[in-house]
Protein backbone atom coordinates (compact mmCIF):
# COMPACT_ATOMS: atom_id res chain seq x y z
CA UNK A 1 0.00 0.00 0.00
CA UNK A 2 1.38 2.96 -0.87
CA UNK A 3 0.63 6.87 -0.33
CA UNK A 4 -0.39 8.32 -3.93
CA UNK A 5 -1.56 11.84 -2.99
CA UNK A 6 -1.25 14.08 0.05
CA UNK A 7 -2.96 17.05 0.45
CA UNK A 8 -2.49 20.19 3.04
CA UNK A 9 -5.72 20.81 4.07
CA UNK A 10 -4.84 23.60 6.42
CA UNK A 11 -1.55 24.95 7.99
CA UNK A 12 -1.92 26.75 11.22
CA UNK A 13 1.15 28.63 12.86
CA UNK A 14 0.07 29.17 17.04
CA UNK A 15 -0.22 26.07 19.35
CA UNK A 16 0.01 22.24 18.91
CA UNK A 17 -2.34 21.22 15.91
CA UNK A 18 -0.30 22.95 12.89
CA UNK A 19 -1.97 20.69 10.19
CA UNK A 20 -4.52 19.43 8.65
CA UNK A 21 -3.90 16.33 5.95
CA UNK A 22 -5.69 13.96 3.72
CA UNK A 23 -3.88 10.94 2.11
CA UNK A 24 -4.75 8.66 -0.86
CA UNK A 25 -3.75 5.22 -1.09
CA UNK A 26 -3.15 3.31 -4.05
CA UNK A 27 -5.17 5.76 -5.58
CA UNK A 28 -8.55 4.51 -4.38
CA UNK A 29 -8.72 4.97 -0.22
CA UNK A 30 -9.21 8.30 1.31
CA UNK A 31 -8.19 9.22 4.61
CA UNK A 32 -9.21 12.81 5.91
CA UNK A 33 -8.39 14.78 8.87
CA UNK A 34 -4.46 13.53 9.89
CA UNK A 35 -3.16 15.87 12.07
CA UNK A 36 0.33 17.54 11.94
CA UNK A 37 1.12 17.94 15.98
CA UNK A 38 3.90 20.04 17.49
CA UNK A 39 5.49 17.94 20.56
CA UNK A 40 7.49 18.90 23.12
CA UNK A 41 10.66 17.75 20.81
CA UNK A 42 9.36 17.29 17.23
CA UNK A 43 6.52 17.43 15.11
CA UNK A 44 4.50 13.49 14.73
CA UNK A 45 1.18 12.57 12.42
CA UNK A 46 -2.04 11.45 14.71
CA UNK A 47 -4.70 9.63 12.85
CA UNK A 48 -8.32 10.68 12.72
CA UNK A 49 -9.72 9.55 15.90
CA UNK A 50 -12.90 10.10 17.99
CA UNK A 51 -13.71 10.00 21.46
CA UNK A 52 -15.54 6.94 23.11
CA UNK A 53 -18.55 6.61 25.46
CA UNK A 54 -15.11 6.72 28.81
CA UNK A 55 -13.92 9.76 27.30
CA UNK A 56 -10.72 8.11 25.62
CA UNK A 57 -9.48 9.06 22.45
CA UNK A 58 -9.37 6.25 19.61
CA UNK A 59 -7.77 6.35 15.82
CA UNK A 60 -10.32 5.53 14.05
CA UNK A 61 -7.65 4.11 11.06
CA UNK A 62 -4.13 3.47 11.25
CA UNK A 63 -1.42 1.83 10.24
CA UNK A 64 -0.83 -1.31 12.08
CA UNK A 65 3.28 -1.84 11.67
CA UNK A 66 5.90 0.77 13.07
CA UNK A 67 7.54 0.32 9.69
CA UNK A 68 4.29 1.73 7.75
CA UNK A 69 3.47 4.35 10.83
CA UNK A 70 6.97 5.49 9.87
CA UNK A 71 6.40 5.59 6.73
CA UNK A 72 3.41 7.75 6.45
CA UNK A 73 4.74 9.82 8.99
CA UNK A 74 8.01 10.75 6.99
CA UNK A 75 5.92 11.24 3.83
CA UNK A 76 3.11 13.40 5.00
CA UNK A 77 5.54 15.01 7.36
CA UNK A 78 7.76 16.27 4.18
CA UNK A 79 4.83 17.36 2.21
CA UNK A 80 3.84 19.73 5.09
CA UNK A 81 6.90 21.03 5.64
CA UNK A 82 7.25 21.36 1.76
CA UNK A 83 3.89 23.39 2.06
CA UNK A 84 5.02 25.45 4.60
CA UNK A 85 7.85 26.83 3.08
CA UNK A 86 5.97 27.33 -0.13
CA UNK A 87 3.59 29.32 2.20
CA UNK A 88 6.49 31.81 3.21
CA UNK A 89 7.52 32.11 0.27
CA UNK A 90 5.04 33.02 -1.08
CA UNK A 91 4.06 36.01 2.23
CA UNK A 92 7.58 37.12 1.58
CA UNK A 93 7.46 37.95 -2.45
CA UNK A 94 4.19 39.68 -1.55
CA UNK A 95 5.42 41.52 1.41
CA UNK A 96 8.21 42.73 -0.79
CA UNK A 97 5.85 43.75 -3.27
CA UNK A 98 4.43 46.26 -1.19
Not at 37 to 65: C, T, W, Y
Request: charged fraction near 35%; proline fraction near 2%; glycine fraction near 4%.
Amino acid sequence: MKITDIKIRKLLDSGKLRGVVSITLDDVFAVHDIKVIQGENRLFVAMPSRRDEKGIFRDVVHPINSEVRSEFESQILSSYRRELELQNAEQEKNNSSV
